[in-house]
């Protein structure tokens, strides 16, 4: 698209005041589109930017953020860390459905999701996968349960005169990541990460958030009456996956913490992951804890799960912006306030 077909054009992030929603907005600015962003919270100030605040869930509250919209950006969720399933069910289903509507209701043709990998992951590898794969039969955790009811909803809504593509990032991480280097720190401090989880080789794809976004914005410029990509699903990815605990490692020694060397047999962790979930649910009634180490968190740590973008660099042009090695120095740059101090 030209920059000069850009102009005057709105393109709408729900979203848009998080972590990958945001940096969606910095890029479309950057691109020349005017933009409006919808999100619970106004998470910071651009005065190119008009802000609505809302619950997507809420059609009244998404209606005023619609009018004369080129394109909506739907990357708003809640943690995928959190594990509550009735706000999983709320804003991920629901909450895509009253988008729908608003997007019909508002004449918005086209809406770009923010899926997820994970919709085909259910604790077992995953080595090339292409987005032909099933969906999971059996999702490991409530927000992926609800990611893959919502690509459903996105996909099943494309018509001849509306027009959805559903992008699936998979471990996006970046500036102002809030979920992969925060918590991977944290885990670090705690002291509890000493050990690899499993021999140390499975092989993930780690996506760096400029890469995630370059894919959105590609598909929202693809996404024209006939285009091939209308209704589909697209990974986007680093196209360079990566031993798992090598990137954490690079990530760890670049902010001055001891990368872990020795390993726990996978099975052992698994198993205790899984009295940990117990635990924490017979203790729901008296706190809510959300242990780091869960069924998921330890599968994703130790099992193969990298994905093929070739179907968004066939259909898209897709082409990673960032390679891994600078993505990952670009990340650790930007966390001063997370590097080792006690060294
Ligand atoms: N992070 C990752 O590794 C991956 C993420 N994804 C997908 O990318 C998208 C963005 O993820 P990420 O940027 O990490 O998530 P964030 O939590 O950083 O951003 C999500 C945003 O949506 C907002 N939001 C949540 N509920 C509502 C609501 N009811 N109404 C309006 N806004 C709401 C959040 O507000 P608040 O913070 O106040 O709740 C937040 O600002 C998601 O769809 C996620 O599933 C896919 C693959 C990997
Ligand atoms: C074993 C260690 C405590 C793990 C520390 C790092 C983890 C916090 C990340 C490693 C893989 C990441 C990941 C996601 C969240 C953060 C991690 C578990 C997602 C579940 C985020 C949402 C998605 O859509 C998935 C595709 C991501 C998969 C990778």
Redo the contacts with the bound molecule.
Sequence with gaps: MEATDRQGKICLVVGGGGFLGRHIVEKLLDRGYEVHVFDLRETFKDDRVTYFLGDLCKKEDLLPAMKDVFVVFHCATPS??SNNKELFHKVNCHGTKTIIEACKEAGVKRLVLTS???VV?EGKDVENGTEDLPYACKPMDY?TET?ILQEKIVLEANSDDFFTVAIR????FGPRDP??VP??VR?AKAG??KFK?GDGKNI?DFTFVENVVHGHILAAEHLEPGSKICGKAYHITNDEPIF?WDF?SKILTGLGYNAPKKNLPFWLVYIIAVILQVICFLLKPIKQIHP??TP???S??GTHHYYSCQRAIADMGYKPLVNLDDAIQKTVDSFPELRNTSK
């Design positions: 995928p860390l997820s990998a994970s992951y927000y990611k990032p998979h471990g996006i979920h992969m918590t991977t885990t509890k990460m989880i993930v798992f954490l780091t180490f998921m968190t330890v994703l740590a």
